[in-house]
């Protein structure tokens, strides 16, 4: 087993799972935290990544596939999808990703699930397979509620504006258009309007 | 430093010629900061593009009764008051005239107005008599670069935490860009309606540390100082901005010392608190109601998961934004940087990313006006002086609509 990646939340390893390449996710006890607070999130947010996994690969959202789940240390293991972060990829190609992403960000929400964590880190692209991937379901939640898709859209809005300034105007234009074919175009201007509600409660923002 | 004022005639060769003299000269500012409860005004001078000295720091800050929060008035009020004491003993402090003084800068927000009206006029008052420059400045940018002035910070991600603000930054492509923010309340806020509804002093940081540290016994209900605020008023939470002034509350935290001897001693335990975090942004408010409830069987037990919880949403903010950016240094800013529980959690956080980690000093954790002449100090290596129409307050002015220049 090698590190990968010191995640946020969970330590990312590449492994072996009945001889195919995986990876395991471990969700480590943070010694910052008090032990009982610790262990609830742990807990949490493992049960929940790996049922949305599944729940949202059901609905055509491609997702890795999950192996197992250790609930006691907190570990998934599942498929290692080959390809890289969004993030990482040149601003052409975020750009020409955005309708798929903002397609799949609302197959989610039509089904009424909110991802809890979109940026342009959790989804990862395979060129060679042209397969766009979601991962990182640890803060998702099961709601119908527009105000919570509503926060969704407004995170990876944020992250656009500021991880990814240049290239905002155009990829929020696409992840929106891509959005509106798996919601609707009603459903879209419901939710944009919602976005603006939330930005005009944060601090100091210029009310309009 | 007589010899500073001559200095002025020197090279008049390319048009941003002043701005090019700027950065060879030793330069002396003056900065004002009246954006909630402080008043202050600080001497600072610069050397070079960049490297900077305080020469004076002098505050007086205004204190709301017990329970209750700042009056926006009553703070205007009081900083009229103190304003020409406090200029007064900054200069002498300094052994600086006016004079001296290249430039003056003012906090132009964001911030309470009329607190903020009365910083712009002392500001604009000097500069116009005195025909010196003035530069409005952002307070919030204001604790970034006094932060990475004294702590030496290169390129980090900056945790701002006061009663203003709760976000994470990196700076890209000339400005301050947001990771992660608060979705309601600020922590200073939380931290300052809580205490309030406890009854204590603002700034309210400070006692709940002290509370969250001693031990508790919930079987004396007497040991609640009376609340008089309800804690959901007016709450710029200025409050732990601050924290670090020795006069805070002095009143209630005897009072709960006297009790901690009074009572049997059983360890503060850990309430369930909820727990938002959405992404990079938290949010506060749910966190705030609960803990309030909490207070009413226990209070040390409530300050303690109060903190707990809060801080852990803020370490795990921290841990995403550091993991998305990269960043190889965090650096904690604002009033709430004062707390040790808060940078204990953060530095182990950053022992994890193997990530250096600063805090601003404790005494320039609060506001202070260093902050603001240090930002205008920097402002005038690349422009001038604002005209008089444009030295204006403006109550919302977030700091990722300001292009930084210099």
Request: glycine share 10%.
């Amino acid at each position: 087993m090698k590190l990968v990646k010191k995640g946020a939340e969970a330590d990312i390893y590449r492994g072996s799972w009945n001889g195919k390449s995986a990876i395991i996710k471990v969700r480590k006890p943070k010694g910052y935290r008090v032990p009982q607070l610790d262990a609830r999130i742990r807990r949490q947010r493992t049960s929940r990544e790996s049922q949305m996994l599944s729940h949202a690969r059901s609905l055509g959202v491609t997702t890795p596939l999950v192996y197992l789940v250790d609930t006691e240390k907190s570990a998934i293991i599942m498929q290692d999808v080959p390809g890289a972060v969004v993030q990482s990829l040149p601003d052409d190609d975020i750009v020409g990703l955005s309708a798929r992403m903002g397609r799949m960000v609302g197959i989610l929400h039509r089904s009424g699930i909110m991802h809890g964590d979109l940026t342009t880190s959790n989804f990862v692209y395979d060129g060679k397979q042209d397969a766009l991937y979601m991962i990182d379901f640890g803060l998702s939640q099961n709601t119908c509620k527009p105000e919570d898709h509503a926060v969704d859209m407004r995170l990876i809005k944020e992250i656009l504006n500021s991880a990814h300034a240049r290239i905002m105007a155009e990829s929020w234009k696409k992840l929106l258009q891509g959005y509106a074919r798996a919601v609707g175009y009603e459903r879209r201007a419901k939710i944009v309007r919602l976005v603006s509600v939330i930005e005009g409660r944060g601090r100091y923002a210029t009310v309009v | 430093m007589a010899g500073m004022t001559t200095t002025t005639t020197t090279t008049t060769t390319a048009p941003r010629s002043g701005a090019a003299a700027a950065r060879k000269k030793r330069m002396i500012g003056l900065g004002i900061e009246s954006t909630a409860h402080t008043f202050s005004c600080a001497i600072m001078e610069k050397t070079g593009y960049d490297r900077g000295r305080i020469l004076s720091d002098v505050r007086h800050i205004y204190r709301p009764d017990d329970g209750e929060g700042i009056h926006p008035r009553e703070a205007s009020r009081h900083h009229v008051e103190y304003a020409p004491e406090v200029l007064a003993q900054c200069l002498a402090e300094s052994k600086t005239s006016v004079a001296d003084i290249d430039l003056i800068s003012y906090a132009a927000g964001p911030g309470l107005g009329p607190c903020l009206r009365v910083g712009a006029v002392v500001a604009r008052s000097l500069a116009s008599f005195h025909g010196i420059p003035i530069y409005p400045v952002n307070h919030a940018i204001g604790h970034i670069e006094l932060g990475k002035l004294l702590t030496g910070a290169k390129n980090p991600l900056v945790l701002l935490v006061s009663g203003g603000h709760t976000m994470l930054l990196a700076f890209l492509d000339r400005q301050w860009r947001v990771f992660g923010e608060t979705l309601d309340i600020t922590l200073g806020q939380l931290l300052d309606q809580f205490g309030r509804a406890l009854g204590l002093a603002s700034p309210c940081g400070r006692i709940i540390e002290e509370m969250a540290q001693q031990q508790s016994n919930d079987r004396q209900p007497g040991a609640t100082p009376a609340g008089r605020g309800n804690g959901t008023g007016e709450s710029y939470g200025g409050g732990v901005d601050g924290v670090d002034d020795g006069s805070s509350g002095g009143k209630s935290t005897k009072r709960t010392v006297r009790h901690r001897q009074q009572q049997q001693l059983v360890p503060p335990r850990y309430v369930p608190l909820p727990y938002t975090v959405k992404g990079n942004d938290v949010s506060f408010s749910g966190l705030l109601s609960a803990a309030k409830s909490a207070a009413k069987s226990d209070k040390y037990s409530a300050c303690f998961s109060l903190q707990e919880t809060a801080f852990a949403m803020i370490g795990e903010a921290v841990e995403r934004a550091l993991s998305f950016t990269g960043k190889r240094e965090l650096m904690v800013v604002g009033g709430v940087a004062a707390n040790k529980r808060l940078s204990a959690m953060l530095s182990e956080v950053c022992r994890r990313h193997s990530c250096r980690f600063f805090v601003v000093p404790l005494k320039y954790a609060g506001d202070c006006g260093s902050q603001i002449c240090w930002t205008g100090l920097l402002e005038s290596n690349v422009k001038s002086g604002a005209a008089m129409s444009d030295t204006f307050v403006t109550q919302s002015w977030r700091l990722d609509t300001v292009r930084v220049e210099y």
